[in-house]
């Protein structure tokens, strides 16, 4: 497949700093110091590897403006995610340099990849930084930028606790009380933590401390050996994933492959060359990726679902397409209006490529997209939830979401999904949000403070099956998958079996299939059945 420009080798590694600098011991000088703190760390890996960073980005949007965005936000996250001891300890040793520097690009690909659409290039800089490459960022400029975004996150942590330390207090005192009441004896202990046969006891199905969830370790049902998938679709009976392939020299090429779902066996593989799709969505009939091409070479291609074999490819009046879904029976397409700013989406017939209805939206940078069977939402970057639905006489009507009186702020929306005829958006703050399709109302909404109380989970990425959103946290307060109800917004259980550090960068996907909820891995791809988690 044709596509966008493979990334070069140059940028194959990008962020890398001598690995003496990526030590961690105290914090703070002193007698015993023994490494850096996270600031430290974090600006060393910055101003190392910004330039590469967006780079790496810019291949793939094709936006300097989005590219110095998306490193923004990955290095916001890992220095988030530095903060926490645990993680701490586990980024310590003498390879943590290295692994800090490829954690980084990778998070930067996923953004840049999970991106579903742009503008064309806005360059802010003057001189580019090769003929048709980005142009040089000012890395110092964007270090104080992220450095003060970082000290207005610290802050509202700051705020956050002082507004639950009475509660907090309280808590331990009724803590302290039980366990003075209670006074278990180690052998006790061991018997609720183990179970008979070495089999997890009370305590484990139980939970942790407050605010964790009750663990169900048996809903994993199988850990797939195959790693670095990017994307994934599917049905109960297959799945079929994108995956990038190890570069053993030069720059990484992709592969698409088949994976029954009942023995997890990988059915058939098809290499796609150096290009990655943006987007991938399957059914019976065919699976659907977009290649990065124009009209004249077609713009999504079709494979047989069966053998893997390529079926055809659409041509599309528009430019190329970034986004791909089936719905209904229709493909919802979105892509680069033709000689113009901005994006179109378009319904097409899959089979003849017939388009049905066809809309621009007014804004030219769109970040998230969610299609439903009658209608298409988008999210605005810093600007909110916008939606196209089709009215009763084939036309479209635009609607916007209002924020009005729930805790999600549209502006910093982080996934933004179709699921259970709703959508649903999580925004930075894990705070929780669902929108009626036909009207663009908010129907109801959760804050984090039913789930993650502390909110110490870091729980940026989610699905929604099954009457329940599935919250990915790779760290505190456990590693693994957290169900809520999306009736009540309450902890149903939680899922371990994802060790902290499994996906090499911090885990990012998720994905629902009817049947089954999907974790990739940097090794493998974990499966979790729904029905075997508590509701």
């Given at each position: 497949m044709a596509g966008r420009r493979a990334i070069p080798a140059a940028a194959a590694h990008p962020g890398r700093v001598p690995d003496d600098i990526v030590t961690f011991g105290s914090p703070r000088?002193?007698?015993?110091?023994?490494?850096?703190?996270?600031?430290?760390?974090?600006?060393?890996?910055?101003?190392?590897?910004?330039?590469?960073?967006?780079?790496?980005?810019?291949?793939?949007?094709g936006d300097q403006a989005a590219a110095e965005r998306i490193v923004r936000q990955a290095c916001l996250r890992l220095w988030r995610d530095l903060d926490r001891p645990g993680r701490r300890r586990a980024a310590a040793g003498a390879d943590s340099g290295a692994l800090l520097g490829d954690e980084l690009r990778r998070a930067v690909l996923r953004l840049a990849r999970d991106?579903?659409?742009?503008?064309?290039?806005?360059?802010?800089?003057?001189?580019?930084?090769?003929?048709?490459?980005?142009?040089?960022?000012?890395?110092?400029?964007?270090?104080?930028?992220?450095?003060?975004?970082?000290?207005?996150?610290?802050?509202?942590?700051r705020r956050r606790r002082?507004?639950?330390?009475?509660?907090?207090?309280?808590?331990?005192?009724?803590?302290?009380?039980?366990?003075?009441?209670?006074?278990?004896?180690?052998?006790?202990q061991a018997a609720l933590a183990s179970g008979p046969g070495g089999a997890p006891g009370p305590a484990a199905a139980a939970g942790g401390p407050a605010g964790q969830p009750r663990l169900y370790p048996g809903a994993v049902a199988a850990h797939i050996p195959i790693g670095g998938v990017l994307a994934l679709a599917g049905d109960r009976t297959a799945i079929w994933v994108i995956r990038a392939l190890p570069p053993a020299s030069g720059p990484t090429s992709y592969q698409l492959a088949r994976i029954d779902v009942?023995?997890?066996?990988?059915?058939?593989?098809?290499?796609?060359?150096?290009?990655?799709?943006?987007?991938?969505?399957?059914?019976?009939?065919g699976v659907w990726l977009t290649t990065g091409r124009s009209e004249a070479a077609g713009q999504i291609e079709r494979f047989n679902p069966v053998t893997g074999r390529s079926a055809g490819v659409l041509h599309l009046p528009a430019g190329p397409c970034t986004s791909v879904t089936l719905?209904?029976?229709r493909l919802i397409a979105q892509c680069y209006a033709p000689g113009a700013p901005g994006v179109v989406f378009l319904r097409v017939d899959p089979v003849t490529g017939h388009v049905s209805w066809r809309a621009s939206p007014t804004s030219s940078r769109i970040f998230a997209v969610a299609a439903g069977p009658r209608s298409v939402w988008y999210d605005v970057g810093y600007s909110g939830i916008y939606g196209l639905v089709r009215t009763a006489r084939g036309g479209v009507r635009r609607v916007t979401v209002y924020r009005q009186h729930d805790p999600v702020n549209f502006a910093y929306t982080r996934a933004l999904t179709y699921a259970d005829g709703a959508v649903w958006v999580l925004n930075s703050d894990e705070n929780v949000a669902e929108i009626d399709p036909a009207t663009g109302r908010v129907t109801r909404s959760f804050s984090y403070r039913s789930y993650d109380p502390a909110q110490a989970g870091g729980l940026d990425f989610f699905a929604v099956s099954d009457r329940s959103l599935w919250f990915l946290d790779d760290g505190y307060p456990f590693s693994g998958v957290l169900r809520v109800s999306a009736v009540t917004g309450r902890q149903a259980g939680g899922v371990p079996g994802i060790p902290p550090g499994a996906c090499l960068a911090a885990c990012s996907q998720i994905y629902a299939t009817p049947g089954s909820i999907w974790v990739p891995t940097g090794s493998a791809l974990v499966r979790i059945v729904p029905a075997r988690v508590g509701r």
């Open positions: 000088g002193g007698p015993g110091r023994t490494g850096r703190s996270a600031s430290e760390v974090m600006r060393a890996l910055f101003l190392a590897g910004h330039a590469d960073l967006v780079r790496v980005a810019w291949q793939v949007t991106r579903p659409a742009g503008a064309g290039r806005t360059v802010r800089a003057a001189v580019p930084a090769e003929p048709g490459g980005p142009a040089e960022p000012d890395t110092e400029r964007a270090w104080a930028e992220l450095a003060g975004l970082r000290a207005g996150y610290l802050a509202g942590r002082r507004r639950v330390g009475g509660a907090a207090a309280a808590v331990l005192a009724v803590a302290a009380a039980a366990v003075a009441a209670v006074r278990l004896t180690a052998p006790h009942g023995t997890g066996r990988v059915a058939w593989r098809r290499d796609l060359g150096r290009h990655l799709p943006d987007s991938i969505t399957a059914g019976a009939s719905v209904a029976g």
